[in-house]
C-alpha cells in the first residue's frame, strides 16, 4: 500500500475579504487574521499531528482599506468558489442622526430608492449585500448585527422589498436585544442580528437564550410568511383622514404639567 499523506487545513488566509474604514482598524483586523492562523494550526496540529508552518508571514491582499460602501464587493472578492459567506457589524446610526457624510453614502447606495430618508445607515449594508448575493451557482450567506429599528415601523416597507426578492430570504434573526460594551459612558442600542440566503435552508428564530424552527421568517424578524405593512393615506373604512398620527410636533406648546393644566382650566373651563 502507499503511503497516506498527512492532512493539511484547506481554510487560507487568502479566503478571507475584508474592507475596514479606519486605518488602524484595517492594521488591526489583518493582524488578528496572523494570530488566528496561528492559533488553528496550533490546534489543527495538536488533533493531526502536522501543519502548515505560519511563519513566513503571508500578505493579507485581500483585506483592505476604505468605505465598503462606495467599493463594488464583487471587484473585491473572488468567485472562484461554491459558497460565500459575509458579515458585519455596521454603525449604529439612526435616520435622525446622519450626517453629511452619512448622507453621502446613503444617496450613493440609493441614488432612485423612495423613502431611503427614512432608512438607517445599516440598511446600506443589507441593500449592497442583497445586491452581492445576485449571482448564480454560488452560496452565499450573509449576517449582520443591525439596528432593531430596520425591523419596524415604516423602514420595512421601503427596505425589504428591495432586500428579499430574486429568492433571497431570512434564514435566521436573533431578536432585539440590548447591546453595550466596556467603553466609558457607552449607550445601550437595542439590535437584531439577520441572516440572509440565496439557497434554501432551515430557519431558525432565536430570542432570550431560546430557538425556534420556523417555515420562514417575515421582515419583522416573525414566524411568518413575508408580508408587510404599508402606510397608506385614505383609511380603509369610512372614517376622516388622519394626516400624521399622535405624533406631538409643535415644539411642545400643547405639553402641559399639573399647574399649566390647571391654569388653563381655571381660564378656560369649556376646554
Not at 493582524?31 to 490546534?43: G, R
Given at each position: 500500500?502507499?503511503?497516506?499523506?498527512?492532512?493539511?487545513?484547506?481554510?487560507?488566509?487568502?479566503?478571507?475579504?475584508?474592507?475596514?474604514?479606519?486605518?488602524?482598524?484595517?492594521?488591526?483586523?489583518?493582524?488578528?487574521?496572523?494570530?488566528?492562523?496561528?492559533?488553528?494550526?496550533?490546534?489543527?496540529?495538536?488533533?493531526?499531528?502536522?501543519?502548515?508552518?505560519s511563519l513566513p508571514l503571508k500578505p493579507s491582499e485581500g483585506i483592505i482599506s476604505g468605505n465598503s460602501l462606495r467599493i463594488d464587493w464583487e471587484k473585491l472578492?473572488?468567485?472562484?468558489?461554491?459558497?460565500?459567506?459575509?458579515?458585519?457589524?455596521?454603525?449604529?446610526?439612526?435616520?435622525?442622526?446622519?450626517?453629511?457624510?452619512?448622507?453621502?453614502?446613503?444617496?450613493?447606495?440609493?441614488?432612485?430608492?423612495?423613502?431611503?430618508?427614512?432608512?438607517?445607515?445599516?440598511?446600506?449594508?443589507?441593500?449592497?449585500?442583497?445586491?452581492?448575493?445576485?449571482?448564480?451557482?454560488?452560496?452565499?450567506?450573509?449576517?449582520?448585527?443591525?439596528?432593531?429599528?430596520?425591523?419596524?415601523?415604516?423602514?420595512?416597507?421601503?427596505?425589504?422589498?428591495?432586500?428579499?426578492?430574486?429568492?433571497?430570504?431570512?434564514?435566521?434573526?436573533?431578536?432585539?436585544?440590548?447591546?453595550?460594551?466596556?467603553?466609558?459612558?457607552?449607550?445601550?442600542?437595542?439590535?437584531?442580528?439577520?441572516?440572509?440566503?440565496?439557497?434554501?435552508?432551515?430557519?431558525?428564530?432565536f430570542q432570550d437564550h431560546y430557538a425556534k424552527s420556523v417555515g420562514s421568517i417575515s421582515p419583522y424578524l416573525a414566524d411568518g410568511s413575508y408580508c408587510i405593512v404599508k402606510k397608506r393615506s385614505k383609511p380603509l373604512s369610512d372614517l376622516p383622514k388622519m394626516?400624521?398620527?399622535?405624533?406631538?410636533?409643535?415644539?411642545?406648546?400643547?405639553?402641559?404639567?399639573?399647574?399649566?393644566?390647571?391654569?388653563?382650566?381655571?381660564?378656560?373651563?369649556?376646554?
Open positions: 500500500t502507499g503511503q497516506i499523506s498527512q492532512p493539511f487545513s484547506v481554510i487560507k488566509l487568502s479566503q478571507f475579504y475584508g474592507i475596514e474604514l479606519d486605518d488602524f482598524a484595517h492594521e488591526v483586523a489583518i493582524l488578528s487574521l496572523w494570530l488566528a492562523e496561528h492559533q488553528m494550526n496550533v490546534e489543527f496540529k495538536v488533533e493531526f499531528g502536522e501543519a502548515l508552518p472578492c473572488s468567485r472562484e468558489c461554491s459558497e460565500i459567506f459575509v458579515l458585519g457589524n455596521p454603525p449604529y446610526i439612526g435616520a435622525k442622526n446622519l450626517e453629511a457624510n452619512h448622507k453621502e453614502d446613503m444617496g450613493h447606495v440609493f441614488p432612485k430608492l423612495k423613502g431611503s430618508g427614512l432608512l438607517d445607515y445599516v440598511c446600506c449594508w443589507f441593500y449592497k449585500a442583497s445586491k452581492f448575493m445576485r449571482q448564480e451557482g454560488v452560496s452565499v450567506k450573509v449576517a449582520f448585527v443591525s439596528t432593531s429599528s430596520i425591523t419596524q415601523g415604516e423602514q420595512v416597507a421601503v427596505l425589504w422589498p428591495e432586500v428579499l426578492k430574486d429568492g433571497i430570504e431570512i434564514f435566521f434573526a436573533v431578536r432585539a436585544f440590548n447591546w453595550s460594551n466596556n467603553a466609558k459612558d457607552n449607550a445601550g442600542v437595542h439590535c437584531v442580528i439577520v441572516g440572509l440566503s440565496n439557497t434554501q435552508c432551515s430557519k431558525t428564530i394626516a400624521i398620527g399622535n405624533k406631538p410636533i409643535d415644539g411642545g406648546n400643547y405639553l402641559f404639567d399639573e399647574a399649566e393644566k390647571d391654569e388653563l382650566l381655571k381660564k378656560e373651563p369649556q376646554v
